[in-house]
């Protein structure tokens, strides 16, 4: 029997968050998949006689830190890449990846980005262990039209190259260094459960601003000049994002944004397609959602103090919403 391998250079902060450890490439291709989708693992003759994959890794709400560690040279294939956003920073040595047909190299100074729907193919040299920053598709698209003041015209999709060495990186790197430190302590906001989303923003805004992306140039110091309607539906939605769990109106709206109720209405209409009130709902059944997947109902969290909480002051309205949403019951997320 072989002795255990042990996997080098693991953050601090993931040592006691082990998601798996094999020496099986076929079981080690399976496990992976759940991370970054289906995919097919090699390695050459040499390589076989020591492999050991193992991954240990956090996930917040809809920001994952995980850790791969293959040990020896090895191909990974993922032929379609799953509905997320990654960044691949290797720790040590250096990994090739191919992204739709063409390579980029990726080491501990150049990280790799992929987008959705990507073909992925990486090739890790020996003892290249990789950070990979995951993000959840809906929710960093989601963000970037709350920045922008409307719904996304094209795909978004960042460049594959990501030199981290650069000044502007540095915005990226302390983002990392802080979701690092705030999973690390046992005492910090983000294992009370109130610092997720703050922390979680935090991340994707420095991926967007600092990475260039499809939607560099709306992102920019002029995005709010792009367009005469966009101010007032920015503005508005940056009211409901920190005003959630309070009553608005759109005698509300007005007022913070200067702008009348009727051209509120017709901004939204225009660039987001839907009404200023059904945004709000929805943020704010995201945020019900955020709270009951994050609660232990040991704590006495209940579904009817979360949805009124968020402004649901119908209990079975609330319901049918939320399932209408995501599939399942309230009552179901609070019990996992």
């Not at 989708?37 to 994952?64: I, Q």
């Not at 302590?185 to 990475?211: A, C, F, K, N, W």
């Not at 979360?306 to 399932?323: D, Q, S």
């Amino acid at each position: 029997m072989r002795r255990r391998v042990r996997s080098r250079g693991v953050p601090p902060a993931l040592e006691g968050h082990e998601v798996f450890y094999t020496e099986d490439v076929r079981e080690a291709a399976e496990l992976l998949g759940k991370a970054l989708g289906p995919n097919r693992l090699t390695l050459g003759e040499v390589a076989s006689r020591g492999f050991a994959a193992s991954m240990h890794g956090v996930r917040l709400r809809d920001v994952s830190l995980l850790y791969l560690d293959l040990h020896v040279a090895a191909e990974l294939d993922v032929p379609h890449c799953g509905r997320y956003f990654a960044v691949h920073m290797p720790m040590n040595g250096r990994a090739v990846g191919t992204i739709n047909g063409t390579d980029f190299e990726a080491n501990p100074i150049h990280a790799l980005v992929t987008n959705p729907d990507d073909k992925l193919a990486m090739r890790f040299d020996h003892d290249s262990p990789q950070l990979i920053i995951r993000i959840e598709q809906e929710v960093l698209e989601r963000y970037v039209m709350r920045l922008i003041g409307r719904t996304l015209s094209h795909r978004l999709a960042f460049a594959p190259h990501f030199d981290l060495t650069t000044d502007a990186a540095n915005r990226w790197n302390g983002a990392i260094q802080l979701l690092h430190t705030e999973v690390y302590y046992t005492d910090s906001l983000v294992h009370s459960g109130r610092g997720i989303g703050p922390l979680e923003e935090l991340v994707m805004s420095s991926l967007l601003l600092v990475q260039e992306s499809t939607y560099e140039s709306l992102l920019g110091a002029t995005a709010t000049t792009a367009r005469p309607g966009r101010r007032p539906v920015r503005h508005a939605l940056d009211y409901m994002e920190h005003h959630l769990s309070e009553p608005i109106t759109m005698s509300d709206l007005a007022a913070h944004t200067g702008a009348s109720v009727r051209s509120i209405q017709q901004g939204f209409r225009d660039e987001l397609g839907a009404t200023p009130m059904a945004w709000l709902r929805d943020r704010r059944l995201e945020r019900a959602r955020q709270e009951l997947i994050d609660a232990d109902p040991s704590d006495g969290v209940t579904v009817t103090g979360v949805a009124e909480h968020w402004g649901f002051n119908h209990l079975g309205g609330f319901a049918v919403l939320y399932r209408k949403r995501w599939g399942e019951s309230p009552s179901e997320t609070l019990r996992r």
